[in-house]
């Protein structure tokens, strides 16, 4: 408890970003959840139901799949939420309350698609949770000069940032600078929420911050520290905004890893050994370094749990290059963990 003080002077996550919810719950994943478009649709047929309520969603870290999203056949839609992930570009943060492992794990995760309940933790008794960067209206289908029957053009949909009014206050206070909604901050009179955003993510993955808080962040949601140095500022969300491009499979990235044997690619057993991952006794992936295929991402091993979920599942050559692609993403975290380390101090 020595550091309790210190951390309560950072801001708790609710409290920067007060729209949240917990993930979607099914009731029924196998029913309503698939790898791909074409099966989802199927699945939306079987239950009478129109194409066009299958949207993509973040199953695990690294892995979209389908889900038939509609209150007939899905538990619980946090729709009230989820709606800001479909009604325009956007971003959200995923994280866990209460987090009960003993290892400092990486309960942080970046999405621009709706979730499942369970998509970075592992365990019943966490909750993970996303809060959306922007508020877009519910009523995005209203017109200007026209009566609604497509004889008008469709009014611009107006999104807030997600920020809470007393944190921004902080921030600008802080930073002496001003704070836009939209675009990018130059960091010498203006600072914007994606900028926050990237802030945000970084600071989460320094290393430091998740061993020195780690007993805190076994209780609630995290806490925020804000620094008051404007350099240092830009330079976190700088190396977020890598993070966020990396996390969301955008960022083209070079592997060191192949995967050399052709045959059935068929994943039966899964294996590392010798720096190759096995997805069955003659194939594998290999130049796998132990660090990569050790990485969690809230309570899952990523390059294990991925497979895991395709077992039984021959691998097309989307899905190893998307494999390929997690490991040189998992790889490329760990050198930016290193960076913000190198230049984050505590107490900030």
Partial sequence: TDLLAEYQQCYKITDIMPINSVGIVTGQDKETIAFDQKTAKQL??????????????????FDKNYIVYDDSVVTRSRKEVMQH??????????????????????????????????????????????FPLYLYPSKSDEFINGNGNGNGRKKAIERKPNFSDEFITELETRLNLSFISEGRGDFEK?????????YIYAVFHSP?????????????????PL??????????SELGEQLVSIHLMNAHLESDCCFPIKSSNVVEKIEYKNNRVYINKTQYFDNVELNVWEFHIGGYQVCQKWLK?????????DDCKHYLYILAALKQTQMLMQQVEDILIFPV
């Fill in 190 to 198: 203006t600072i914007s929420a994606l900028d926050v955003f990237h």
């Fill in 208 to 224: 430091t911050y998740r061993t020195r808080y780690a007993e805190f962040l076994k209780m609630d949601f995290p806490r925020l």
């Fill in 309 to 317: 979920d395709r077992k039984g599942r021959m691998l097309d050559y």
């Fill in 44 to 61: 939306a047929q079987k239950h009478s139901l129109a194409e066009n309520v299958v949207k993509p969603i973040l199953y695990r870290p």
């Fill in 227 to 236: 620094t008051q140095n404007s350099l240092l500022f830009k330079q976190l």
């Fill in 85 to 130: 992930l479909w009604l325009g570009e956007n971003l959200g943060l995923i994280t866990v309350r209460r987090m009960l492992r003993d290892r400092p794990c990486n309960y942080f995760m970046v999405t621009d698609q709706i979730i499942i309940n369970g998509v970075i933790r592992s365990d019943n008794q966490s909750i993970d949770s996303l």
